[in-house]
Structures are given as structure tokens and as C-alpha cells.
């Protein structure tokens, strides 16, 4: 297998994924693909991924799902986002994509947007929870948001206030 990279923030290589589930259609809208040094996340890759014929860098998608019904339209995991101090992850300091631009071809325009599910609350995920505007950081505070308590409660530590709307599952098991 031949290398993975180079990649860049140009997604136009990216096929939008569709799929239809009952009377949903789920949607893939990518925001940001990169090559990250395999050994920056396996140490041992030289020898783990060798036997497989992979070497240099490693494909990271950052990406949306939509999901439209015909009574409710969702997005999960919401990104990185734009103008973010991300200074302890360069990887994502700073963007400025058009991810809100492809979102709204897919379908998706933020104001139209019911519920947001957050699967975790790591950067990557939550992004586009809040925009700028007026130069303030906003969100839509007609929009739920849904996450797992757990991961809601470790960020929650660190910064008291998430989003308003916000509805925190607690899993049994």
C-alpha cells in the first residue's frame, strides 16, 4: 500500500457520503483533512505498520454527519471550527474553511439546524457549537443540544458553561 499523505485543508478530493436509513437520509459533510506522522500516534509504527505496508502519514478526518428526517434536521459532532485558539494543538489553531458553505449544499444551513448531538466533547466535535459574530462567540439558543453526561460533566469542570439547551443522557449501561 502506497503512502497516505500529503493532505491538506482542499476537501474538493472528499466524496460527500450519503446514506438512507428508513426515512433518513445521513449525509457526511467533511470540514478538514490532514496527514498526521503515524509514529505521533503509534511509537512502534514502523514495525506494527510495516507488516501492512503502510509508512509516513496517517489520514485525520474531521467531519459532520446530518441526519434529515422529514420532521427534524440533526447534525452530529460539529467540527473544529473557525478562528479558534487551539494553540496546544496546531493542527487545528486558527482554521478558516468553508465547512459552513458545504454544510449548507448538503442540506444543511446552521439556522436550519433542530438538534445537535455531540458524541464527546473534544474540540474536534464541538467547533461549530458557537460562531462568531459582532465580534462575540454566540450560539443559537433555539437549537438542543444533546450529549452523554459523562463526557458533558469532564468539560463542564473546565468551563462551567457548555451551550444553553442542553440535554445530558445519562447511558445504563
Known amino acids: 500500500m502506497p503512502s497516505l499523505g500529503p493532505f491538506s485543508d482542499d ?61 427534524r434536521l440533526i447534525v452530529s459532532d460539529t467540527s473544529i471550527g473557525n478562528a479558534r485558539d487551539r494553540d496546544r494543538n496546531p493542527l487545528f489553531d486558527h482554521l478558516h474553511t468553508d465547512f459552513l458553505e458545504r454544510l449548507a449544499d448538503a442540506g444543511a444551513q446552521r439556522e436550519a439546524v433542530d438538534i445537535v448531538v455531540m458524541t464527546h466533547m473534544h474540540i474536534d466535535h464541538v467547533g461549530w457549537n458557537t460562531y462568531r ?41
Not at 35 to 43: D, E, N, Q, T, V
Request: with cysteine; aromatic share 10%; glycine share 6%.
Open 11 to 71: 476537501v474538493s478530493h472528499d466524496h460527500t457520503e450519503y446514506y438512507t436509513v428508513g426515512n433518513a437520509k445521513i449525509t457526511r459533510v467533511t470540514e478538514h483533512l490532514i496527514g498526521i506522522p503515524a509514529a505521533s500516534l503509534f511509537p512502534d509504527y514502523h514495525t506494527e505498520f510495516a507488516t501492512v505496508g503502510v509508512s509516513g502519514d496517517l489520514p485525520l478526518s474531521t467531519h459532520s454527519w446530518i441526519v434529515r428526517t422529514p420532521t
Open 133 to 173: 459574530e459582532d465580534g462575540r462567540w454566540q450560539s443559537d439558543s433555539t437549537r438542543r443540544y444533546v450529549s452523554y453526561r459523562g463526557s458533558a460533566t469532564c468539560c463542564r469542570s473546565r468551563r462551567p458553561r457548555v451551550w444553553p439547551r442542553t440535554l445530558l443522557v445519562t447511558s445504563r449501561g
